[in-house]
């Protein structure tokens, strides 16, 4: 089995220590991180994704707004970026420690941040990153 992510779930697990919208969504996401850390694939997709399930029944979600697409976009370039190569919905790949690694330091550094411009989120994601990504879920 493989877990699906939008791309800028990529960055969003980077820094998830337990907080989420609702305690369905929070849960949830915890799951997924265990599945990850237990080695399971994530195959990128375009738009709503596992970590998004729990908010798809809730009217006008921002799972589906245009602005949370482009968030996917700048994600996705920010990262194959990093990775020195082109990344695209239906890939499939693993979290490795290496891999996490090299994503933490450039979302430490702000190399990849460019789809967390706006975000509710970025001020904690932020602070997590400059407290050395403690307590964070996602081992890689």
Known sequence: MTIRLRAHHLLCLLTF???????????????????LNAGEAVELVEGPDDICAPMLGEPGHHCRNTSVRERDMQALADVAALLGRPLAADESFTLDPARVAALRAAFAARVIRTACQGCQWSGLCTDIAAGGFAGVRLRG
């Open 17 to 35: 220590i337990g907080k989420g919208y609702t305690p369905a969504f929070t849960a949830n996401y915890r799951r997924i991180v265990a599945r």
